[in-house]
């Protein structure tokens, strides 16, 4: 179960975080401190419990399956890093 | 102008009823004041002109008889909340920059009720901290210091500029946000009142996400009543969020006061933890026999799944936060790095982009979902999660509702803490059961420990029962007589 350098270079290139070599035997050594600490949960006996996801009981609501807003290209791409009439503009996808 | 800095939200609102000063006078003031604690780091975003601008508006409608609730006061905000037009950056560099063109729910409700926007206030990155140590701008410093003492002490965290804003007199109340405990340990470190109440009580919409099914909005305030004001607008149903509850939203501030005579107030034997403070021991000693005097039936209970309430977290938190925090890819706002691929554009982008505990927390929350360990842990800690709210549900049934102590300490020294993640959670050890459960929790301040610093009490309360919670804090601080301020340094 022990978090190795090889996990947390997937772990790390799963979640899109860039961690230079020389992080990774430290970063592997904190995440083994943290999981260890968690792994008391298995003291917990949970046969049989419900698995709680939200607390709010009623269920989730509908609503008219209607355009309620959008029109605003101009402005949904005004915080892009970089944008062009009314498009985002991203680097090349398609090899 | 020092007394009208000093005044309460409540004080405020009579001031200004009174005709004894304006909204401008009151928010110039606090512009002042803002400005003169540059020191303490609060505020991220200072909106000075904005301000004069929405209280003079106030002052137009107050005169023509059309005063609202909140109408004048000069309020921070949390840099979580999206606000129109305004820098919102979670405290992070890779929301720089971020301007949005839209307005949180919980924000656009106090704007309706007439409030004013002083500016925009510190927090940890994401909202992820419990000592404001993971802002990328540096750490808010508590106004509080030890007797004797000018070591800098946190304001806790993650709602440490809200908490030490209203500690300072910056403002007249803060918005803030409780994932795990975000509202009531910094009200706690700065001798402040904060309360997060049920989950769905506030919109969700517009405020940047942590943790979905954890996060919840509230105030800090200076006194139970102000924050039972603020907390009525703040409130309500939003079909924008579709966890907001579809409730009537009482007026909680007529609950401050009332009589807590009868009620049954529950001491979970479990939240005696190993190595607290006696100091913490006493001030819950004394909250109980305030109440006790005040007419409340003392009853033991036990929550036996406490102690696992903040393993369960660390691993429910962190897989939200992985999923929430995918969107920061570099592609529609916010930073972007170079790279010589989409794949490295993204991974230079978040590795530039998140500080150290946001990167741990996804790592964290990624590898709990990832193959193989999904049931192991993601689903463990679910199942974990309704033992806990099941030690609330089991509880109600005998008390109406909790005292506990709100954190395991008084604030402590910037970075005496930071590099031991786990020393640092346990920060939230009292805090974030309420938030797995969805439960109203509410800290006010109690009483001072022998250097000084304040501690303070937690109320938890039944879901959409923030009436009793109220109730019941405004009976302790009647009894505690909690006056002490922070020695003005800054």
Redesign the interface.
Known sequence: MA?DAA??R??????????PEERIEA?AQ??N???T??E?????D?DG????????H?G??L?DDVVTMGG?AE?V??????SANGF?V????VE | MTSLTSLTLKGALDGLDAGAFTSVELTKAHIEAVEAARGLNAFLVETPEQALSMAAASDARRALGAARPLDGVPLGIKDLFCTQGVPTTAASKILK???P?YESTVTSRLWRDGAVMLGKLNLDEFAMGSSNETSAYGPVVNPWRKAGSNQALTPGGSSGGSAAAVAADLCLGATATDTGGSIRQPASFTGTVGIKPT??RCSRWGTVAFAS?LDQAGPIAKTVEDAAILLTSMSGHD?KD??S??VPVPDFAAFVGRSVRGLRIGVPEEYRVDGMPAEIQKLWDDGVAWLKDAGCEIVEISLP?T??AL??Y??VAPAEA?SNL?RY????????AE?S????????T??QG?GDEV??R???G??VL?AGYYDA?Y?????????I?EDFDNAWEKVDAILTPTAPSAAFGLGENSND??AMYLNDVFTVTTNL??LPGLSLPAGLDASGLPLGLQIIGK?LDEGTVFSVAGAIEKAAGFKARADKWW
């Open positions: 978090i996990t947390v997937k772990v790390a290139r799963l979640a899109r975080i860039a961690e970063l904190e995440l401190g943290i999981m600490w968690i008391q949960l298995a003291e917990v949970t419990v419900e698995p709680l996801t939200s607390v709010v009623a989730l609501p609503r605003d402005l791409t005004s915080n892009a890093p970089k985002f991203v680097p090349k996808v | 920059p971020f301007v063109h989950y769905g099914s079909p579709s966890t509850l579809d799944h102690k696992y393993p369960a660390y691993i992985s995918a890819d570099g592609m529609r706002y916010g930073l972007r790279g691929n989409l794949t490295e554009v993204y991974e230079n978040r590795a998140f990167k741990r996804i790592l964290i990624t590898y990832s842990y689903l463990k800690a679910l199942k974990v999660r309704r033992r709210a993640p786990i459960a969805g879901p």
